[in-house]
């Protein structure tokens, strides 16, 4: 049976893996963009999760796993690898599309941070996750405005 602290290493490098599918998800949407707008945004995400993988990264190599404060028990009943499913979007995705998927991603980002912040012990591993999640937030918040004012301005 794997340790929390090795549970954990795999959970953080599915997070890395995520993040590295969240960067190719926007650089390609940016591509498809039809506003010029939409493109520099979905770039400046795509940047983002590149600096969210590095942070992982130097996270892991510094030794974050040792610093989780629970038992495998109280892990597993948290289940958090539940935060980190694939949101699948077909090539044909209209711009809608895009936009409720990439905020789901960012919703489901923000949420895993967060409780990975909550179970870290020490303050500077902690302060990745926190950032992250706001970080992932505020993404999160920016592409629902995009949304709300492209698709629901009846509301």
């Given at each position: 049976m794997p340790t929390v602290q090795q549970s954990f290493e795999k959970l953080i490098s599915l997070a890395i893996q995520r993040e590295e599918e969240s960067f190719s998800f926007y650089a390609d949407a940016a591509k498809r963009a039809?506003?010029?707008?939409?493109?520099?945004?979905?770039?400046?995400?795509?940047?983002?999760?590149?600096?969210?993988?590095?942070?992982?990264?130097?996270?892991?190599?510094?030794?974050?796993?040792?610093?989780?404060?629970?038992?495998?028990?109280?892990?597993?009943?948290?289940?958090?690898?539940?935060?980190?499913l694939e949101i699948p979007l077909t090539s044909s995705a209209t711009p809608q599309e895009v936009l409720i998927v990439a905020i789901k991603r960012e919703d489901a980002a923000h949420s895993f941070y967060k409780a990975l912040s909550e179970l870290t012990?020490?303050?500077?591993?902690?302060?990745?996750f926190e950032t992250l999640a706001k970080e992932e937030g505020l993404h999160k918040d920016r592409l629902q405005k995009i949304y709300d004012e492209k698709f629901q301005q009846w509301m």
């Open positions: 039809e506003l010029a707008s939409s493109g520099k945004l979905l770039n400046e995400l795509a940047k983002q999760e590149v600096i969210h993988k590095e942070k992982l990264m130097k996270a892991l190599k510094g030794g974050v796993c040792e610093t989780f404060g629970c038992t495998l028990q109280e892990m597993k009943k948290m289940d958090l690898s539940h935060y980190l012990a020490e303050a500077p591993h902690r302060a990745v």
